[in-house]
């Protein structure tokens, strides 16, 4: 139905930058809320950034000021800008997206992960 291929991820040294991005293709209506999570091994999954389709959003108080999540409706592609890196932000990053599917309605779809790695 939906794929969501992710890029971006990788080794930077704190204080540094990266940049996410997700590309939603597939069939599909359209695409509502698209949002990034983090998942740290034996944590639950947690809401990094949300971006609804008008541009609202909303972040998660440990990245406020320093993560900043956009997206290009045209290309079905969530980005996310991370600035400021700790080590703290280390782990697995999942793209997420809310598609409107026929016959389905709004459908939860998640990509498969890539790594950030923030160490000196």
């Known amino acids: 139905q939906v794929q969501l291929v992710e890029s971006g991820g990788g080794l930077v040294q704190p204080g540094g930058s990266l940049r996410l991005s997700c590309a939603a293709s597939?069939?599909?209506?359209?695409?509502?809320?698209m949002a990034w999570y983090r998942q740290a091994p034996q944590k639950p999954r947690e809401l990094v950034a949300r971006?609804?389709?008008?541009?609202?959003?909303n972040y998660a108080d440990s990245v406020k000021g320093r993560f900043t999540i956009s997206r290009d409706n045209a290309k079905n592609t969530v980005y996310l800008q991370m600035n400021s890196l700790k080590p703290e932000d280390t782990t697995v990053y999942y793209c997420?997206?809310?598609?409107?599917?026929?016959?389905?309605?709004?459908?939860?779809?998640w990509g498969q992960g890539t790594q950030v790695t923030v160490s000196s």
């Open positions: 997420n997206a809310v598609a409107e599917i026929i016959g389905s309605g709004p459908t939860s779809f």
């Open positions: 971006i609804t389709r008008d541009g609202k959003t």
């Open positions: 597939g069939s599909m209506l359209g695409i509502n809320a």
